[in-house]
Each structure stands twice: as structure tokens, then as C-alpha cells.
């Protein structure tokens, strides 16, 4: 397992934050057994033995001893704390960010958001975190941030915070109020919607322009 | 928060396991979305906020400012892995456990088995875990053991680990599947499907006949 220095308690990732994929999916919202759009952010926990760093390779997936056919991959702006932050308000929230990075989710592909996908999500070594922190007070304002993707070289996503459904500030406070954040957990504030497909031997790249990159290699089965 | 000793990595919860639990959910099992019973373990995740102690008050929890009307309390036996333990066999799991003792799951009440009640179940200092942890080579059996909890004196829950769906090999082998599991993470292997409810003040007191206890208290709004 691949030691990262940068998360020390825990890794919560905002599932749904892609303003135009949760415009895309309101007719499934509709269905059963919810039967309306989720009214607070979707979260999941990427755990302890998926993190890992910039320039690791990342397992291929299997399952029951077989090489699983897909993985999927998407890049989200990271927010690292530097003071335990508990219940604070949208206006407070951005004083206790540390810092700033990048996180890469692989996974298997996302069919659903009912059940939790523990096993989709929690692969082994599937969180690579960028190795830099930007200080907090090097970033004047998160919401004008793009993080870009490349796979191969080539360009699959390009995510301006600023089209998420919630801001990095509403999303501090709002997870502030569920659970207390410490000093090294660390937000993945949201993904594109549509993750991009990766192979084995696929490079992976993502970047804030001229601030944050990070880059990871995915493994052969 | 409070420092635990015990659990370094990551705390797993199994939820379903109850047999009687499990048997009396069929028919909500058969709606929509999924229109049939899960075929693998639902694990949850107690996150690194939610680690607590013997002895610890357990947070009376508030939604926007008020304290909630109802929280619940299960306790389960937890294994405590001594080694790296990944895509194990039934018959090798209980060789990477270090050792057994109790976890305490407080959470608001269980309403739903889909969307991942992250809200519910990462409550602050939720999950106390055992101080004492018994090795595993003075457990000879554990589908043996029986996790009682009282609830000011009475007991509410009278669980025998051989009432489970899985067991605890099954659920190890599983679950090492799915994700590395490390030396000081905690698999919580099954909870009573009806969990007690408590209100604040209240004493909840667990225990593993004549082997583990875990006591804690249930503070005030």
C-alpha cells in the first residue's frame, strides 16, 4: 500500500455536484423509491486503502480473481484542512481550508447512487492526492478554479467549480454540521458527471492551470 | 474529539446482518429500485470522527441547531486485524484477526437501507470502541460468542453472532475482496436489525459475557 502524506483521518468525496448531470438526471430522481432530487449533498468515503499519490500506478480491478472489463476515472478540485472545523457558517467556512489539491477517483464504472458502491468505489490505492498543497491563502477564490483531464494527452474534462450544483463554501459548512472536520481530512468538492473510461496503461492527467497538477499511470491486471 | 487507540485505519460496518432482520425485510427488498434482496454485504463506514471510547458521553446530536428528537444505539463484535489481510479464504480469515472486542453504532434511527446515510451514522464520537482488546488466540470460536446490551439496566439486545447472515470468516474473506484491510483496522460484523431506542442521560452498557465490556454514557443537548 502506498503511504500518503497528505490525508490524515479521512477522505470525503461530493457525489453529484455536476450541475449538469444532476439537471441531466432529474427524470431518474423521479422514480423509486425517493421519488424527488436529493436535497443535501450525496457523499461517499473513499477509505484509508485507497489513498494513495502523484506519480503512483494505479491497480487494475478485479473481481473474483478476473480482470474486471472497465474503470473509470474523474479529477476533483481538493480542499485540505488546516484547523478542526465544527458546525461553521458559509461565510466562515473558507478560514480553516489549509490548503489546495488535486484528488483522482478511480473506480469501477458508477451505475448507481442507492446502495453505497463500497465496492466500486473503495479499490485499493484508487485515490491518488497530489503531492503540493497550495497554501489557502495562495488561492483568492476556489470558485474561479478549472480542473482540467487529460487521458492519454488528450482532453476529457474540463469542470470550472464555478458550474458545481454547491459552492466550495456551502459545501464546508453544510458537511461541517454532519460531521467535524480535522487537520488533514480532506474534501474532494466534486467530479464530472460523465467519468471518463480508462485501459490499462492509460496515462492519466489532471490539472489547475499553472497551480496543481497530478499525474497517475492505471496498471495491467 | 476523543483520541481512540484501537482503530488506526478504518472502521467497516456490516448492516443487514441480522438473520431476523433480514427474513422480515424481503418484502421491501422486492420493490423498486433493485426488486430483489443484496446478494453481497451493505457496509457502511463509522469515519474517523465517530472514534470513541469505553467510558466516553456520546454526544446528544443536533440537525440546524436543535437537538434531534430520537437516536438509537446497537453494539456489535468487532475484529481488530493484526496483519495486512487481502483476498483472503474463508478458511485463512481468522488468521489476520489480532484480536476481538465491542463497538457501540449510535446513529439517528435507520431509515433507509439506499442513499448511504452518511448524515445519520458519522455523528461526532458515535462509535466508542472497547478499550481492551482480547487476542485472538483466546477466542477459539467466535460465531460462539453472544453480545448482550442493556440500556440503564435492562437488557434490549440479546445477539448471538451464529444468528447472522454472514460470518465472521465470510464476512472477512468478502470484505478482503473488496479492499485492503490493514493492522488496527475494525470490520463491526453485525448489529441487532432493531436498534434500542435512548434518550439523553441515558446508561448503555454492552458485553461479551465474562470477556468484554463497553459502557458509555448518553450526554445531554
Chains 1, 2 share one sequence.
Not at 139 to 160: F, K, Y
Request: proline letters at 6%.
Amino acid at each position: 500500500m502506498t503511504n500518503n502524506p497528505i490525508v490524515k483521518g479521512k477522505l470525503v468525496c461530493v457525489a453529484l455536484n455536476d450541475a449538469n448531470q444532476f439537471e441531466a438526471m432529474q427524470a431518474e430522481f423521479n422514480e423509486a423509491p425517493y421519488k424527488s432530487a436529493p436535497t443535501q449533498p450525496v457523499l461517499y468515503f473513499k477509505t484509508h486503502n485507497t489513498w494513495s499519490t502523484d506519480g503512483a500506478s494505479v491497480e487494475w480491478a478485479t473481481n473474483e480473481g478476473q480482470a474486471v472489463d472497465s474503470m473509470v476515472v474523474g479529477a476533483s478540485l481538493a480542499v485540505v484542512f488546516g484547523e478542526e472545523c465544527c458546525r461553521v457558517s458559509q461565510d466562515e467556512a473558507l478560514k480553516y481550508v489549509g490548503g489546495y489539491t488535486l484528488v483522482h477517483d478511480f473506480s469501477l464504472p458508477e451505475l448507481t447512487y442507492y446502495r453505497p458502491d463500497i465496492k466500486g468505489k473503495c479499490l485499493d490505492g484508487s485515490a491518488p492526492i497530489g503531492s503540493v498543497v497550495i497554501p489557502a491563502s495562495d488561492i483568492s477564490d476556489p470558485q474561479a478554479l478549472t480542473v482540467t483531464t487529460q487521458v492519454n494527452g488528450e482532453t476529457v474534462h474540463e469542470m470550472p467549480v464555478s458550474q458545481m450544483v454547491r459552492s466550495v463554501a456551502e459545501l464546508i459548512s453544510t458537511i461541517s454540521y454532519i460531521m467535524t472536520l480535522q487537520p488533514g481530512d480532506v474534501i474532494a468538492i466534486g467530479f464530472p458527471g460523465q467519468r471518463a473510461p480508462v485501459k490499462q496503461g492509460d496515462k492519466v492527467s489532471s490539472a489547475i492551470a499553472g497551480v496543481i497538477e497530478l499525474n497517475n499511470v492505471v496498471g495491467r491486471a
